[in-house]
Nanobody
Framework: QVQLVESGGGLVQAGDSLRLSCAAS????????MGWFRQAPGKEREFVAA????????GHADSVKGRFTISRDNAKNTVYLQMNSLKPEDTAVYYC????????????????????WGQGTQVTVSS
């Protein structure tokens, strides 16, 4: 079982930066590939970024490439999402997700592959 707690959301202006954190419980964090997803009002949850177990392989949605960066610190059981140049269309609830995997090199971009989810943190970007 993996429990996830997100933090770092808030209300910012367009062009500002935020860093989201997701702290994981348990001893299995380094066995988990991690992902960030978001859900805006009235829309489906969508992929934002993902990272493999050891942090050397990442993927980002086209809508955030060049602005957002996912990273992880296995010593701290934490995954991060650095968000720069925020836009109003980035407004959403951001969720952290985890999947236990034996494949150390792979990240996962399909939300259906993630059995463990945090409660979400709100990010609001005003124009």
């Amino acid at each position: 079982q993996v429990q996830l707690v997100e933090s770092g959301g808030g209300l910012v202006q367009a062009g500002d930066s935020l860093r989201l954190s997701c702290a994981a419980s348990g001893r299995t964090f380094s066995s988990c590939a991690m992902g960030w997803f978001r859900q805006a009002p009235g829309k489906e949850r969508e992929f934002v970024a993902a990272v493999n177990r050891i942090g050397g392989n990442t993927g980002h949605a086209d809508s955030v490439k060049g602005r957002f960066t996912i990273s992880r610190d296995n010593a701290k059981n934490t995954v991060y999402l650095q968000m720069n140049s925020l836009k109003p269309e980035d407004t959403a609830v951001y969720y952290c997700a985890a999947v236990l995997t034996a494949n150390s090199g792979r990240y996962y971009s399909n939300l259906n592959e993630y059995p463990y989810w945090g409660q979400g943190t709100q990010v609001t970007v005003s124009s």
